[in-house]
């Protein structure tokens, strides 16, 4: 498949998903954990996140970190991504107000709260799995 197929395949898959895994390393170990993810037009993914964290800490030691986003669980032929990344925290308030949600008012007092953060995920690699005998499929960024 040529690279503008395989976006617009990787676009559909983030388009039906906003749940994924979020792996960082800690001490040469993967810690992995489970984000709502929102993603922009250029494959930059970027998820809310409480600052007194060990993801917020881990990523200031090392911003390597690896995403799975996709699969509905029913087996062959679902769709999902495999990405990997370098992530940075934000703390800029005009991406803190786009990614605001009602929702997250358990953790934050609100969209000026300190505490709120965003990590933003820069990808490297994003690998399209799982559809047909054509994948893995690689789009290098």
Do not use: C
């Not at 395989?6 to 960082?24: E, P, R, S």
């Not at 409480?50 to 690896?66: G, S």
């Not at 087996?75 to 370098?86: K, M, S, T």
Request: hydrophobic residues 30%; without cysteine.
């Amino acid at each position: 498949m040529n690279q503008q197929e395989l976006k617009k395949k990787i676009y559909n898959v983030l388009d039906q998903h906003k749940i994924g895994t979020l792996a960082t390393v800690k001490e040469g170990k993967p810690h992995s954990r489970f984000m709502t993810f929102s993603n922009d037009d250029d494959f930059t993914f970027y998820t809310p996140t409480h600052k007194e964290t060990h993801k917020a800490e881990e990523i200031e030691a090392n911003p390597d970190v690896h995403i799975l986003i996709g699969y509905e669980g029913e087996g062959y032929g679902d769709a999902y991504l495999e990405v990997e990344g370098q992530a940075k925290i934000r703390d800029d308030q005009k991406v803190k107000d786009w990614l605001w949600d009602e929702g997250m008012d358990r953790w934050f007092t609100g969209k000026g709260d300190s505490n709120y953060i965003v990590l933003e995920i820069y990808p490297e690699t994003i690998r399209l799995m799982n559809v047909g005998e054509t994948t893995p499929e690689v789009l290098d960024l």
